[in-house]
């Protein structure tokens, strides 16, 4: 079960911030994890998708609180529905992230062998701009392949059978894709709705972020203190100093 992490502090969150927007969108959950979590036993950008989007929902947690709120339209009547979750429910509910979960795992289909490895964000960094990224990045993972016990080129396997490695590394990776269950209030229809973890993380690192800076220049302009000396202030007492006067 993955838990909650410690939050960001403000000078945390600026460099988080900071990291995310130098990086490419899909390699931003890896880079904002990669500056603030520097000790994890492999670089974020080797863990597997699932595994990165976990830690980041935890920091998320840890950083602005369980409750989680978005907008998502109905895909009958195209009625905007409102969407509150747990994100702790969320996060208990995943698999605790393991380097473990990096070795290759084995698939027979057919008269195919073929040893796979989780994909992650590297992959998708390497193949963002090939013409079917989804396939690349399957076929990329496959370790080593055999066909009736004679070792085979990946990028000779039949497409059903990148299909059905596709289908094992989402078992394997459940936290890949978080999916919500929602109700349109409207229309009463029903549809699993994916959790874009890295977006929400980053469009409220970039609310706090801004927010930090703006109270920075306002509190560097009235008592001349340096960006370290205010960071060093809790939240709490930064907004205390903007409303003595």
Wanted: hydrophobic letters at 45%; glycine letters at 8%; a negative charge.
């Amino acid at each position: 079960m993955a838990q909650p992490l410690a939050g960001l502090n403000g000078e945390e969150i600026l460099r988080a911030w900071e990291a995310a927007t130098a990086a490419e969108p899909v390699g931003r959950c890896a880079a904002v994890l990669g500056e603030v979590l520097p000790d994890l036993p492999i670089p974020a950008a080797l863990l597997p998708i699932g595994g990165c989007d976990t830690l980041l929902l935890a920091l998320r947690v840890g950083t602005f609180g369980p409750a989680l709120s978005g907008v998502s339209s109905c895909p009958d009547c195209g009625e905007d529905v409102d969407v509150d979750t747990n994100a702790s429910a969320l996060l208990a509910a995943l698999p605790a992230v393991e380097a473990g979960a990096t070795r290759p795992a084995r698939l027979e289909h057919g008269d195919y062998t073929v040893e796979y490895r989780l994909p992650n964000t590297a992959d998708l960094l390497a193949v963002a701009r090939a013409a079917d990224p989804g396939a690349r990045v399957v076929a990329r993972c496959v370790e080593t392949a055999e066909h009736a016990g004679q070792r085979v080129d990946r990028d000779q396997l039949p497409t059903e059978v990148l299909h059905a490695v596709a289908e094992c590394m989402a078992g394997d990776d459940p936290a890949a894709d978080i999916r919500l269950r929602l109700t349109c209030p409207a229309c009463a229809a029903e549809w699993s709705a994916h959790l874009d973890v890295a977006g929400v993380f980053e469009a409220e690192l970039t609310g706090a972020a801004l927010q930090i800076l703006s109270e920075v220049d306002e509190l560097a302009s009235r008592y001349g203190w340096s960006e370290q000396q205010i960071l060093a202030l809790s939240p709490t007492r930064r907004r205390t100093y903007l409303e003595l006067r």
